[in-house]
T-cell receptor, first 110, second 115 residues
């Protein structure tokens, strides 16, 4: 599975959009980009995934560049409850084997 | 209703003991997993079972043995516990569906402390 690179931490003001970048320059054609998050003392939670098109669901939007070498997770209106570690994972379609990196610590501040 | 549950939530034990962590999912999923999150917060997959059969087995010491009595349960047995086994263990499950992505649902975790 391709490796990913994410910033160690980011801050975001409550109510503003949080944009979390992820680099995955070695991604192969059949690999998907998945995002999970882990709120303190809880298990990870699925957010969204995509192949090459932009995706949106009730939690977030995923923007994947045309060359697929990077992506951005967007939380449109961050709240304090969105403070968590966000993991960008590249894996094959089934998403069975998730390889978690260090992730990005997102701190939403009032 | 809790989708993926684990017991116990906390487990404190002495080196050399044998312990088990239980996991149950009520989602009707076919696949279950065990992950380990160490003190540095890195989360690593240990095992994956699909319909009671082992499909992923990462480099994990033989002291760790998953047991799946039915597809709703995947228990983790650990023999001869060592200090380095101290971690948070997460169980997860997903629906195995051909051609579809498998969103994994995680349990709340079991914090194991070996003294």
């Amino acid at each position: 599975d391709a490796k990913t690179t994410q910033p160690t931490s980011m801050d975001c003001a409550e109510g503003r959009a949080a944009n979390l970048p992820c680099n995955h320059s070695t991604i192969s054609g059949n690999e998907y980009v998945y995002w999970y998050r882990q709120i303190h003392s809880q298990g990870p939670q699925y957010i969204i995934h995509g192949l090459k098109n932009n995706e949106t669901n009730e939690m977030a939007s995923l923007i994947i560049t045309e060359d697929r070498k990077s992506s951005t997770l967007i939380l449109p209106h961050a709240t304090l409850r969105d403070t968590a570690v966000y993991y960008c994972i590249v894996t094959h379609q089934r998403g069975n084997k998730l390889v978690f990196g260090a992730g990005t610590i997102l701190r939403v501040k009032s | 209703d809790t989708a993926v549950s684990q017991t116990p939530k906390y487990l404190v034990t002495q080196m050399g003991n044998d312990k088990s962590i239980k996991c149950e999912q009520n989602l009707g999923h076919d696949t279950m997993y065990w992950y380990k999150q160490d003190s540095k917060k890195f989360l690593k997959i240990m095992f994956s079972y699909n319909n009671k059969e082992l499909i992923i087995n990462e480099t994990v010491p033989n002291r760790f043995s998953p047991k799946s009595p039915d597809k709703a349960h995947l228990n983790l047995h650990i023999n001869s516990l060592e200090l380095g086994d101290s971690a948070v263990y997460f169980c997860a499950s997903s629906q195995e569906a051909s051609g579809a992505h498998n969103e994994q649902f995680f349990g709340p975790g079991t914090r194991l402390t070996v003294l």
